[in-house]
């Protein structure tokens, strides 16, 4: 691993994300307050904090990385971002809980471990993803007062609630829920789009700008930075796309993915083909990393990296 005075600045993703995904997790941890009721608290704490990727929280901090001091890349002073980081990972959170339950996906398991309706109840879980949604926006404003502007505040958190309403992630459910059981080919291409657009990739473009916002970064900055964010979460979903149909045809030892995935919106097999839906992940990887041309390269290593990351994940 490298430090501000190696010319030969070698990145270590791995350790980096090991190393932001741990910060991240502790702030969450203080987070959520040990009040009464205390079973709310718990359910707060059951979802939010083991298990997933925190992609969000990291792309907020490494959107924020570029803007601060050079030595605080390799340091890891990440302080205005965190709170911000953490916000979005609740309402990711958020969403998730909601989405699990019984009305909407209805889905049992989440993170390798029972969805929270299922240990908690509906009723609870319902609340659990409000308390979360609200306690973002408390924890974010609060803890980042003295460290960052009340404009560059303001500025952030409506970028947040824009990103959650009827203009991001509540638009990307309503379509998707209107689309279910369609099949692929009747459904469209556009209307995939539209849900990938508003289901995923606005929060992890709300989180790269926000961490731009919360690090004093200027309006070109942040749409550079929006822009990048805008093609890694396509990419996120082009991937999660591919990853369903190679997952499912694995898990059925078929030839196609197509069967195996009916009634979902999914479409690589169904509609260009695997191998142009894995062109068009390569495509996006490469437009998002030339967004990062105009800063230093030391500095947006880790959006870089993350790019690459997210590229070849394979869960
Ligand atoms: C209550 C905030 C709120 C929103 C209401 C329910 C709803 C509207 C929207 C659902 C949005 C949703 C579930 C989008 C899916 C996004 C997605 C790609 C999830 C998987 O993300 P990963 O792979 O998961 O990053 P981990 O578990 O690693 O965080």
Redesign the pocket.
């Known amino acids: 691993e490298g430090t501000c005075n190696d010319l030969n600045f070698t990145f270590d993703f791995k350790s980096y994300m090991i190393r932001k995904a741990e910060s991240v997790n502790a702030a969450l941890d203080v987070s959520v307050p040990l009040l009464k009721p205390l079973t709310i608290q718990e359910a707060m704490r059951y979802s939010l904090l083991r298990?997933?990727?925190?992609?969000?929280p990291l792309l907020c901090i490494a959107a924020n990385t570029p803007l601060i001091a050079a030595c605080e890349l390799v340091g890891g002073d990440e302080a205005t971002a965190m709170s911000a980081a953490c916000a979005v990972?609740m309402?990711?959170?958020?969403?998730?809980?909601?989405?699990?339950l019984p009305c909407?996906?209805n889905a049992d398991v989440?993170?390798g471990k029972p969805t929270n309706h299922k240990v908690f109840g509906e009723g609870l879980a319902v609340l659990t993803?409000?308390a979360?949604?609200a306690l973002a926006f408390e924890n974010m404003t609060v803890v980042s007062s003295g460290l960052v502007s009340p404009e560059r505040t303001v500025r952030a958190v409506i970028e947040l609630a824009k990103t959650?309403g009827t203009k991001g992630?509540?638009a990307?459910?309503v379509i998707?829920l209107s689309s279910e059981g369609l099949n692929p080919e009747v459904a469209g291409i556009e209307r995939l789009e539209f849900i990938h657009l508003h289901?995923?990739a606005a929060?992890l473009e709300a989180a790269a700008v926000i961490g731009v916002i919360m690090g004093g970064g200027t309006d070109e900055e942040m749409e550079k930075l929006r822009k990048y964010a805008r093609c890694i979460g396509l990419l996120?979903?082009v991937v999660?796309d591919i990853l369903d149909v190679t997952k499912s045809t694995e898990e059925l030892g078929k030839s196609t993915g197509k069967d195996a995935i009916a009634g979902k919106l999914t479409y690589p097999e169904a509609l260009l083909g695997l191998e142009k839906w894995r062109e068009l992940a390569e495509k996006l990887s490469r437009k998002a990393k030339e967004q990062l041309l105009g800063f230093d390269s030391d500095k947006v290593a880790p959006l870089v990296a993350l790019a690459s990351y997210i590229a070849s994940r394979n869960?």
């Open positions: 298990g997933g990727k925190r992609v969000r990972e309402i990711h959170v958020s969403s998730l809980i909601h989405d699990d909407m996906d989440r993170r993803g409000d979360l949604l959650i992630l509540v990307g459910q998707d289901k995923t929060l996120f979903q999660d869960n």
